[in-house]
């Protein structure tokens, strides 16, 4: 797919480090990670920074973006610096999430009906920021047209990148993101622009990327839990096995199983993992209920298991 560059969006829960530590052994065609979101950095030397979440020596740096969700310009500067403490080059502002719970408070998505606080922010961060500053957002929270006076403001400050998912934050994620839109927006974007949304096989790829041309930086989200084969598939390899599904899925449990020193509540997150990935087997609602139901690593592991050996992958 030539100069094609993929990313992987973040999600709480599922793509922390051990994932991606798995997920990088396994399969190829991601060449950047964003961490899920950090919050609640009130003083400097954090202790929530002090983690393997962010640890360098946990992260490849050259492949991975620390995200913080705040509209509190001290905070993300506080982030930003310990940030590169760490080694690192960019940092995220999560300016999408659409869970009324953070939206409610003026925060993610909710964050988009209110230009003139994004500007005020903005303009005191890049007074100081030191390392790249890329923002990720949606077209709105409410309606779609508040993002024309956002990117405004955008428009006034360098930013490393701007990722944009085209939906409303109250959509969630329900119906379609909005392509069309998004391709609108491309000319009025100073920014290096990403495109985020509904990329789940090679055909629905091939058919966004010839709607949002000349975007080539495209960010992968729930189509590659799903499908941990699809970044490579889009760069054109083709080795979807079984086997290598198989030998990823008991590597990611075993590596948490090791991190939580063989503690059960590893289940919460395979379990969470496996919502999405049942989609790349036939009966995946079948292959949901032996999930679902278990409290036991003993019973997970038999499972598992049972699933490859009673089920196979769609093509």
């Not at 047209?145 to 998912?165: A, M």
């Not at 379609?176 to 990329?199: H, S, T």
Request: glycine residues 8%.
């Amino acid at each position: 797919m030539g100069n094609v560059k993929l990313s992987l969006g973040p999600f709480q829960g599922i793509t922390d480090a051990p994932f991606r530590n798995v997920f990088k052994k396994h399969f190829g065609g991601i060449g950047k990670f964003y961490t899920p979101f950090f919050t609640g950095i009130q003083k400097d030397h954090a202790k929530n920074m002090q983690v393997e979440e962010i640890d360098p020596t946990c992260n490849d740096v050259e492949t991975l973006t620390p995200q913080i969700l705040s509209t509190d310009a001290e905070e993300i500067l506080r982030f930003a610096t310990q940030c590169k403490a760490l080694g690192y080059k960019e940092i995220n502002l999560n300016m999408g999430c659409p869970f009324p719970r953070v939206a409610n408070k003026k925060r993610g998505s909710g964050l988009l009906p209110y230009p003139e606080k994004i500007d005020a922010m903005l303009g005191r961060v890049f007074e100081l920021i030191e390392v790249g500053f890329s923002v990720k957002c949606r077209l709105g929270y409410i309606s779609p047209d508040e993002i024309y006076p956002v990117i405004e403001v955008f428009n006034q400050y360098p930013l490393s990148e701007l990722i944009i998912h085209p939906r409303i934050g109250k959509q969630l994620y329900k119906g379609e993101a909005n392509v069309k839109r998004f391709a609108e927006l491309i000319p009025l974007i100073k920014a290096p622009l990403v495109y985020n949304g509904d990329i789940v096989s090679v055909e629905s790829f091939e058919r966004i990327r010839h709607e949002v041309r000349p975007v080539d930086e495209f960010m992968l989200g729930r189509g590659v839990l799903a499908n941990p084969f699809l970044a490579e598939e889009i760069k054109g390899k083709k080795d979807r096995t079984m086997e290598r599904l198989h030998t990823y899925v008991i590597d990611l449990y075993e590596d948490r199983l090791r991190h939580a020193g063989g503690s059960p509540k590893v289940l919460g997150r395979m379990k969470e993992l496996w919502s999405y990935l049942m989609y790349s087997f036939d009966e995946p609602q079948d292959i949901w209920r032996k999930i679902k139901k278990i409290n036991a690593l003993k019973e997970y592991e038999e499972a598992v298991e049972t699933v490859f050996r009673e089920h196979y992958l769609i093509q």
